[in-house]
């Protein structure tokens, strides 16, 4: 069991920026053999991914909406994974989640029903 814990959201103009944290707790595998992933949910909409890095290296892979604004990135030795979001439209508007990928692959996933540790969510808000 791998509790996450997402913080950095809150109220920008649009065309700010944000950066969102993800914190895992500790569990019986290191941080690093986990694949993570960033996902959100406006309401009234599915939940949709976001972006994703794998395991293992640096190697990522964004949704068309967030490819060139958004970067996901990790510090295994803190057991976080990052959502550094430029560029903000109102659109953006979510609640976002990180989660842990079920399986070691190589490539990062974009399904969310591959994930299996989710977090609270984090409210991030952009006003127009």
């Known amino acids: 069991q791998v509790q996450l814990v997402e913080s950095g959201g809150g109220l920008v103009q649009a065309g700010g920026s944000l950066r969102l944290s993800c914190t895992a707790s500790?569990?019986?595998?290191?941080?690093?053999?986990?694949?993570m992933g960033w996902f959100r949910q406006a309401p009234g909409k599915e939940r949709e991914f976001v972006a994703a890095?794998?395991?293992?290296?640096?190697?990522?892979l964004y949704s068309d909406s967030a490819k060139g604004r958004f970067a996901i990135s990790r510090d295994n030795a803190n057991h976080t994974v990052y959502l550094q979001m430029n560029s903000l439209k109102p659109e953006d508007t979510a609640v976002y989640y990180c989660?842990?990928?079920?399986?070691?692959?190589?490539?990062?996933?974009?399904?969310?029903?591959?994930?299996?540790?989710w977090g609270q969510g984090t409210q991030v808000t952009v006003s127009s």
């Open positions: 989660a842990v990928d079920r399986a070691l692959r190589e490539v990062p996933e974009s399904r969310s029903y591959e994930y299996i540790y």
């Open positions: 500790a569990s019986g595998r290191p941080f690093s053999s986990y694949g």
């Open positions: 890095i794998k395991w293992v290296g640096s190697t990522t």
